[in-house]
């Protein structure tokens, strides 16, 4: 931020809503320390890995968006197809989930009419994954398109069985994402944690798991922090965003994102929480700065 005054103001505006819900001050889940956000390098706790999802900070060049994530203690960019690849290992950044391989979020392994192009662009793209030195691939169920949840795991089941063999060959997960079907994504068929989960058990493998994203889950599901205790040996990723409007994390939303990273570090996970969220706050790099404050737990 640009001022000490400014950081002042977002302090007093935080605290100022966690009186509101009748929280002390000095225990609010979304307090922040002023000092670290004089810092030009934060020096976080190292309970949780750091991600920023690439797409929403798209305004921002590549390069410069490396160098700021690095200063504010986030050590992988998510959503990075190959020719970026580059620019993440200059930074000595990773690639937490890499993309590239997915026709879109709508064309997906529940239906067989796209197994064919899938198959191929993930046969290809697997070996790139790995000879990169980076271990998740995304992929996407698809819409339901009037299929029922059998039909709907019975294809995705047959598209993916014949990649697993190569990804596990090459040390790569497929990491299915949950997304929610009620206000950004209707029709999506893998929108509900007990779906994917299914699709898990049936695959048999640990080279293919789950992307829960907490904004799409908590508005599809809720029950956050209950579904990460119980699921979490099937999960691979983590996101993150403000709900409602997929905005900021921050106390103009009703996640408490302290507890659910808590909730998260608990279970023992070592992969990557990747804030996702979209910026209202003209200075973005500031609100991602304060976004990983919140997640530091």
């Given at each position: 931020?640009?001022?000490?005054?400014?950081?002042?103001?977002?302090?007093?505006?935080?605290?100022?809503?966690?009186?509101?819900?009748?929280?002390?001050?000095?225990?609010?889940?979304?307090?922040?320390?002023?000092?670290?956000?004089?810092?030009?390098?934060?020096?976080?706790?190292?309970?949780?890995?750091?991600?920023?999802?690439?797409?929403?900070?798209?305004?921002?060049?590549?390069?410069?968006?490396?160098?700021?994530?690095?200063?504010?203690?986030?050590?992988?960019?998510?959503?990075v197809g190959p020719k970026e690849w580059p620019i993440l290992?200059?930074?000595?950044?990773?690639?937490?989930?890499?993309?590239?391989?997915?026709?879109?979020?709508?064309?997906?392994?529940?239906?067989?009419?796209?197994?064919?192009?899938?198959?191929?662009?993930?046969?290809?793209?697997?070996?790139?994954?790995?000879?990169?030195?980076?271990?998740?691939?995304?992929?996407?169920?698809?819409?339901?398109?009037?299929?029922?949840?059998?039909?709907?795991?019975?294809?995705?089941?047959?598209?993916?069985?014949?990649?697993?063999?190569?990804?596990?060959?090459?040390?790569?997960?497929?990491?299915?994402?949950?997304?929610?079907?009620?206000?950004?994504?209707?029709?999506?068929?893998?929108?509900?944690?007990?779906?994917?989960?299914?699709?898990?058990?049936?695959?048999?493998?640990?080279?293919?798991?789950?992307?829960?994203?907490?904004?799409?889950?908590q508005i599809d599901e809720g029950d956050v922090i209950r579904?990460?205790?119980?699921?979490?040996?099937?999960?691979?990723?983590?996101?993150?965003?403000?709900?409602?409007?997929?905005?900021?994390?921050?106390?103009?939303?009703?996640?408490?994102?302290?507890?659910?990273?808590?909730?998260?570090?608990?279970?023992?996970?070592?992969?990557?929480?990747?804030?996702?969220?979209?910026?209202?706050?003209?200075?973005?790099?500031?609100?991602?700065?304060?976004a990983i404050a919140i997640c530091d737990i």
């Open positions: 931020m640009s001022s000490n005054l400014s950081r002042r103001s977002v302090i007093k505006g935080i605290i100022a809503g966690t009186a509101a819900l009748g929280f002390p001050s000095s225990l609010s889940a979304f307090a922040i320390e002023e000092e670290p956000l004089k810092n030009e390098t934060v020096k976080l706790k190292g309970n949780i890995n750091h991600s920023v999802a690439r797409w929403c900070f798209s305004d921002i060049d590549l390069d410069t968006l490396c160098i700021e994530a690095k200063k504010i203690g986030i050590s992988g960019i998510d959503l290992k200059k930074h000595e950044l990773d690639s937490p989930m890499c993309n590239g391989a997915e026709i879109n979020l709508v064309d997906g392994f529940n239906d067989i009419q796209f197994h064919e192009t899938l198959i191929k662009n993930y046969s290809e793209m697997i070996p790139l994954v790995a000879k990169a030195g980076f271990k998740n691939l995304i992929c996407f169920s698809g819409s339901r398109r009037n299929k029922t949840d059998e039909e709907g795991w019975h294809n995705c089941k047959l598209g993916l069985e014949q990649l697993i063999p190569l990804a596990e060959k090459h040390k790569v997960t497929l990491v299915m994402e949950l997304l929610n079907s009620k206000v950004n994504h209707k029709d999506y068929q893998c929108d509900r944690t007990p779906w994917g989960v299914e699709l898990v058990k049936s695959l048999q493998s640990e080279n293919f798991k789950l992307l829960y994203d907490i904004y799409h889950m579904t990460i205790k119980d699921n979490h040996q099937y999960f691979a990723h983590y996101h993150t965003a403000g709900v409602p409007g997929r905005n900021e994390i921050d106390e103009t939303q009703e996640l408490n994102y302290p507890a659910i990273m808590k909730a998260i570090a608990e279970t023992g996970f070592k992969g990557y929480v990747a804030q996702e969220f979209i910026p209202k706050n003209p200075d973005k790099i500031s609100s991602l700065k304060k």
